[in-house]
C-alpha cells in the first residue's frame, strides 16, 4: 500500500496550489481519502476527505470555502485544491486512506481512523 503526494511548494498570501496524492497497491479501493496537515509544534489536523462510495466530502471550518477535495477514481489519485492561501495554511500536508472509514459532512476525521499514510508534501504560504 502506498500514498504518494505532490504539488506543495511556496506560494504567496491569496495564491493557489494543487495537491495530488496518488495510491497504489490496495487489494480494494479505499473508501475514505483525507487530506491533514500538521504545522510544527502542533497536533495533525484532518483538513477534508471524500468518500468513494457517494462521492459526499468533508471540510474543517478553517478551510471551508477555499479548499475543494476530489478523486479520479480510474486514476485512483486525490486532489486538493487550495485557493485564497493564507499564511496559516502553511504545514506539511499528509494523504491518509482507510477501506471502511466513512467521512462525515458534519462530523471531523481524526488520525487514528485512517490506517494508510503518505510521506507528506511541505506547503509554505509566504510573502
Known amino acids: 500500500v502506498q500514498l504518494v503526494e505532490s504539488g506543495g511548494g511556496l506560494v504567496q498570501p491569496g495564491g493557489s496550489l494543487r495537491l495530488s496524492c496518488a495510491a497504489s497497491?490496495?487489494?480494494?479501493?479505499?473508501?475514505?481519502i483525507a487530506w491533514f496537515r500538521q504545522a510544527p509544534g502542533l497536533e495533525r489536523e484532518g483538513v477534508s476527505c471524500?468518500?468513494?462510495?457517494?462521492?459526499?466530502?468533508y471540510y474543517a471550518d478553517s478551510v471551508s470555502g477555499r479548499f475543494t477535495i476530489s478523486r479520479d477514481n480510474a486514476k485512483k489519485t486525490i486532489y486538493l485544491q487550495m485557493d485564497s492561501l493564507k499564511p496559516e495554511d502553511t504545514a506539511v500536508y499528509y494523504c491518509?486512506?482507510?477501506?471502511?472509514?466513512?467521512?462525515?459532512?458534519?462530523?471531523?476525521?481524526?488520525?487514528?481512523?485512517?490506517?494508510?499514510w503518505g510521506q507528506g508534501t511541505q506547503v509554505t504560504v509566504s510573502s
Open positions: 471524500i468518500n468513494r462510495s457517494d462521492g459526499s466530502t
Open positions: 491518509a486512506a482507510d477501506a471502511d472509514y466513512y467521512c462525515s459532512a458534519d462530523g471531523s476525521v481524526l488520525p487514528g481512523d485512517f490506517g494508510s
Open positions: 497497491g490496495f487489494t480494494f479501493d479505499p473508501n475514505a
